[in-house]
């Protein structure tokens, strides 16, 4: 299917595994997102990828790895969960930082962490 | 650092009334993009319209307008002619500098959860 794709869409984990969220888009877009969504946050950016092996940090990236090895996926990896990390994650991909081109959103990832 | 602000953490309206969504930031930079975005209680993210800070006239989308005024850092969006169908969390955000920078990214306001009254 076109578009972008998370999975899993729900995970219950417990406090100190380790858990990859997925995200695969097939348009090809050099720019890749990730966000959480918090009560009361909005959505905060988590890490971003320019294009495949070009990552960098955003808002709140402590707890976090990703890594872009190929243009279509950019992994979320969380290497120890906490509490604090239950939350909605949403990955996000764009053509462009220019103009008018928007993000596309994944359908999210509900994550509980016990 | 940039900042996005929305005031309204909820809003009631009556169906098929007009409403206004306020949204203000702050930047630094004089080149940056607006963004709004539709979350329904299904979960996902919809962009609605985009604003330039270079663009000379305000956006519109359909029923959606955004109420750029750039001197009071604020992009306010308009929903005309409101639907049961436009209750749902509206999100502004702002991507700053130029976007040929691996920097630029966008950033999210928290959100007003607009609820329309039949």
């Known amino acids: 299917d076109a578009g972008i794709t998370q999975s899993p869409r729900y995970k219950i984990t417990e406090t100190g595994r380790q858990v990859t969220l997925m995200c695969h888009q097939t348009?090809?877009?050099?720019?890749m997102f990730w966000y959480r969504q918090d009560l009361g946050h909005g959505l905060r950016l988590i890490y971003y990828s320019a294009a495949a092996d070009i990552t960098d940090k955003g808002e709140v990236p402590d707890g976090y790895v990703v890594s872009r090895s190929k243009t279509e996926n950019f992994p979320l990896t969380l290497e120890s969960a906490t509490r604090s990390q239950t939350s909605v994650y949403f990955c996000a991909s764009s053509e462009s930082l220019v103009g008018s081109y928007e993000q596309y959103f994944g359908p999210g990832t509900r994550l509980t962490v016990t | 650092a940039q900042k996005i602000t929305q005031t309204q953490p909820g809003m009631f309206v009556q169906e098929k009334e007009a409403v206004t969504l306020d949204c203000t930031y702050d930047?630094?930079?004089?080149?940056?993009?607006l963004f709004w975005y539709k979350q329904p209680s299904s979960g996902e993210m919809i962009f609605l319209i985009y604003?330039?800070?270079?663009?000379?006239q305000n956006a519109t989308e359909g029923r959606y307008s955004l109420n750029f005024q750039k001197a009071r850092k604020s992009a306010n969006l308009v929903i005309s002619a409101s639907q049961l169908g436009d209750s749902a969390m509206y999100f502004c955000?702002?991507?700053?500098?130029?976007?040929?920078?691996?920097?630029?990214?966008?950033?999210f306001g928290s959100g007003t959860r607009l609820s329309i009254r039949p």
């Open positions: 348009w090809s877009h050099s720019y």
């Open positions: 955000a702002m991507r700053e500098r130029s976007g040929y920078s691996s920097a630029s990214k966008i950033i």
């Open positions: 604003q330039g800070s270079y663009d000379e």
């Open positions: 930047t630094s930079d004089q080149s940056y993009g």
